[in-house]
């Protein structure tokens, strides 16, 4: 029997937690949209809570589905019921603990001491009492053993590697890796078992957030003027591990790049290899915690069975979806999916030939996204203005919205979606490039081989008034949109629309912010990973069977994409290739030259 009944009964709406609070009004010119941020701590009496948080106040919370509730902001409701176009009135309710845990998980590697109890019901992961651990031994393999002095429960640090008897070997390792050598490649080149190969991988991991630490925590004192970001999404996916069933696992990744130095910030995938997925499920049933509406879950960041399950049934396998004829099209297409299958936010496709990875826990993606967000806010609290362009994915514009509040309300950061086409030749993006310069020149009067860029910038940002005036409604979407006049090989066609309000801006200020707006580093990041990883490359179908997919580069432990990724984000950013001398991380400040392999493989010896 569960213990529900012995429970306290929890808020209507969630309190902050660690200062995180991701429920309330989305949009940016309602009264609303700072209310339930303005509590600071909470002493346990709910009349003393602010008139947001209290029945009859100026939210109503309702119900949606099974264990989900929704949060209704009465203002924008009601002036949306006086005509004017809001659809975003309503969000399902998220657990602010659960974000916290998220973002504790991703941000583990700048943190002096990430040790935590892997108990999650432990007091000390749920916010009631600080993480105390004390030393207790060590393990068979030396490794160092803790215990938890809240909850009792003992463990080891992660594995640490093995002694590394060939050290030589490293850095030659470190560049197999980064340059799309397969596993039993390496080893074959370095004359290694595969499983040396993988505890070599597991301390180049270790050393790169090492690194990583020592540069990034500097970001936090930064006094950055201006960041230009574009933030966008992956989706991988590992084979399967039993013949007798071929469903897949997929995993989403998170990327935010830096429009000016290229620099990736973060990149996060919604897997949590620490997590006992069969520990969770059980805790979930012997205290009742799974009939708790999803918000006030304990275990609510993680993915357990029955609700995936539940979720893989209500989509078809096979889907009939309007044909896109053009970008328009493609809006409002993903419009009309995510209002019928990502009302939560949460952006998986998951139906029946997906499956929960066979180790380790897979995290809502919506609690991801947030992490990711939160995690850039910490980064970026020194500078003066941010401005995030966000693939049109579901969650992503609403994660950028609860992490950036405060900033948003003072004007000190905008948001902007954008959809590109993707589906050109090279032959048509070329035509397009030359209708578009043909264009500028018959605008300037400037012929073709003589036009700057300077020039294409001042045309673009006329078009960008004009198309200002008429912008395009896409039904069931509160943004206006446009079509972006600038064409590039990169991106040939590209539809854009502002989140925030940027009528304080003048309107060639306006345009000037709509001309930058792109997905292109974020875009660039993922095509150097997937060609220079095998791990990263696309799957192919598998057979006669188009619902299984396999590829032979593709991991089977989930948590490879998280190393993997770690490591070749860390060498993207400071090391470069050979044909570029100026890497990321020196445009942005954090290095005087590229860092060369072993400097990072020796940064700390462990």
């Given at each position: ?26 949009n ?16 346990g009496d ?57 973002l504790?998980r ?31 031994g060590k ?30 070997l ?42 990583a ?35 897949n ?62 979720a ?122 030359a ?32 198309r ?15 079509e972006?006049?600038?064409v ?59 619902s299984?997919i ?23 950013n ?11 991380a ?5 290095a ?14 462990y």
């Amino acid at each position: 029997m569960g213990k529900k009944s012995f429970q306290k009964q929890p808020p209507r709406i969630p309190l902050p937690v660690e200062g995180i609070q991701v429920n309330g009004c989305r949009n940016p010119t309602c009264k609303n949209f700072l209310s339930l941020n303005s509590i600071k701590k909470f002493d346990g009496d709910e009349k003393e809570l602010p008139e947001a948080y209290q029945r009859g106040g100026s939210y109503r919370v309702a119900g949606t589905g099974k264990h989900t509730a929704s949060l209704v902001c009465e203002i924008c409701s009601g002036r949306k019921k006086q005509g004017e176009n809001i659809t975003a009135v309503s969000t399902t309710l998220k657990s602010n603990q659960a974000v916290h845990e998220e973002l504790s998980r991703i941000a583990s590697y700048l943190e002096e001491n990430p040790l935590v109890c892997p108990n999650e019901a432990c007091d000390s992961n749920i916010g009631k009492k600080p993480k105390a651990v004390k030393k207790n031994g060590k393990t068979s393999t030396g490794n160092q053993r803790y215990q938890c002095l809240h909850c009792g429960k003992s463990f080891s640090e992660k594995p640490k590697t093995r002694k590394q008897t060939k050290p030589h070997l490293n850095k030659l390792l470190f560049r197999l890796l980064v340059n799309k050598e397969p596993i039993r490649r390496i080893a074959e080149l370095l004359k290694i078992s595969e499983s040396t190969v993988y505890d070599k991988i597991r301390f180049i991991h270790r050393q790169c957030l090492a690194f990583a630490k020592s540069r990034e925590k500097k970001l936090e004192k930064i006094d950055f003027e201006r960041l230009y970001l574009s933030t966008d999404r992956i989706i991988l996916m590992t084979n399967w591990f039993r013949r007798n069933d071929k469903r897949n696992s997929d995993l989403y990744g998170i990327a935010t790049a830096c429009l000016d130095s290229s620099y990736v910030f973060a990149f996060n995938f919604n897997f949590d290899g620490a997590v006992s997925l069969s520990e969770a499920e059980n805790d979930s049933k012997e205290t009742g915690d799974h009939e708790l509406a999803k918000h006030h879950r304990k275990h609510a960041r993680i993915w357990l069975s029955q609700e995936f399950n539940e979720a893989a049934k209500s989509r078809p396998t096979k889907e009939k979806l309007p044909v896109a004829g053009s970008l328009r099209d493609e809006i409002q297409i993903k419009v009309l999916v995510d209002a019928k299958y990502n009302a939560s936010g949460g952006s998986e496709q998951i139906d029946p030939t997906k499956q929960l990875p066979a180790r380790g826990a897979m995290v809502h993606n919506e609690y991801t996204m947030l992490a990711h967000f939160f995690l850039l806010k910490r980064f970026f609290k020194n500078t003066e203005k941010t401005r995030f362009f966000l693939d049109l994915d579901s969650g992503m514009k609403t994660a950028y919205i609860s992490a950036f509040r405060e900033e948003i309300a003072e004007g000190r950061s905008d948001g902007f979606l954008v959809r590109t086409s993707k589906n050109k030749t090279n032959d048509e993006k070329e035509k397009l490039v030359a209708e578009f310069r043909k264009m500028a020149s018959e605008s300037t009067g400037i012929p073709v081989r003589k036009l700057t860029h300077q020039d294409l910038k001042g045309v673009t940002n006329n078009l960008i008034v004009e198309r200002l005036e008429l912008p395009i409604r896409i039904p069931n979407s509160p943004e206006r949109w446009i079509e972006h006049p600038w064409v590039s090989k990169a991106e040939p066609e590209k539809m854009v629309a502002a989140v925030t309000d940027l009528s304080k801006y003048d309107v060639m200020h306006q345009a000037n912010l709509y001309r930058k707006v792109t997905l292109a580093p974020a875009d660039r990041f993922f095509m150097n990973i997937r060609r220079m990883s095998t791990y990263f490359e696309r799957p192919f179908q598998s057979g006669t069977s188009m619902s299984r997919i396999w590829h032979g580069y593709s991991a089977y432990n989930p948590e490879m994409y998280t190393i993997i990724g770690d490591i070749f984000r860390v060498h993207y950013n400071y090391c470069g290739r050979s044909s570029r001398k100026v890497t990321p991380a020196m445009k942005l400040g954090l290095a005087k030259a590229p860092i060369p392999e072993e400097k990072i493989l020796y940064y700390k010896k462990y």
